[in-house]
Every structure is written in structure tokens, then in C-alpha cells.
């Protein structure tokens, strides 16, 4: 099993710009083994995938909403993957959760993730 830790929401006017960051950890998985994936979930709607890395950071992938404002990219020696959100909207605001696939590919699919982090909330103010 992996543990997943997100950090890095917090409230941001619109127009500005917030890193997350996602520590993926477990005793018997190595991080490059991970597919890592953003995912978030607004009050009221279903969870939504935002994008995702595959181990090596070769393969990127963005949900329409976020193509041109959002990066993800990854440190594999850190563990660590991240999100970087900029001209964000008030449609942003949300819980962002990260997950990881385990020995796969890239997915959009909610059932396709293995372990999931608690969440961080995101909330942009208009």
C-alpha cells in the first residue's frame, strides 16, 4: 500500500496562482513504479480528473479545464509530484486530491487509482 499526503491549497484571489504538492510513499513500492494523478471534487458535483504523470514524467495528460494554466510534474528522487495552478478561476475551487496507479498507465478513471490522499482544499475568491 501506498500513503499519499497532499499539501499546498489554501484560499488565492482569481488570477493567482498556487502550487500543490503530493508526497507518495510505501514500504514495498518504489515511487517510479507510480503513475500519479490530480483529481478534484467541487461541493455539490462528482469528482473530476484534473491530470496525470506517468513514472517517468514522459507522459503527461490534461483535462480541457486545465490545459494552458495547469502543470504537473514530478521529482522522482523526492517522492514528490505537484501541480502548478496558475490564472486560476473561481470554477477551480475544490478538494484536489492526488493518487497513484500502481505499475500503470495514465487514467482518468476514479476506479483506475489505487491509493488516494485525503484531499487539500482549493478556493479561489472572485
Known amino acids: 500500500q501506498v500513503q499519499v499526503v497532499e499539501s499546498g491549497g489554501g484560499l488565492v484571489q482569481a488570477g493567482g496562482s498556487l502550487r500543490l504538492s503530493c508526497v507518495a510513499s510505501g514500504r514495498t513500492v518504489a515511487f517510479t513504479t507510480l503513475a500519479m494523478g490530480w483529481l478534484r471534487q467541487a461541493p455539490g458535483k462528482e469528482r473530476e480528473f484534473v491530470a496525470d504523470?506517468?513514472?517517468?514524467?514522459?507522459?503527461?495528460d490534461y483535462a480541457d479545464s486545465g490545459k494552458g494554466r495547469f502543470t504537473i510534474y514530478r521529482t522522482n528522487a523526492k517522492n514528490t509530484v505537484y501541480l502548478q495552478m496558475n490564472s486560476l478561476q473561481a470554477e477551480d475551487t475544490a478538494v484536489y486530491y492526488c493518487a497513484d496507479v500502481q505499475y500503470g498507465k495514465l487514467a482518468r478513471n476514479d476506479n483506475s487509482y489505487d491509493d488516494w490522499g485525503q484531499g487539500t482544499q482549493v478556493t479561489v475568491s472572485s
Open positions: 504523470i506517468d513514472w517517468s514524467g514522459g507522459s503527461i
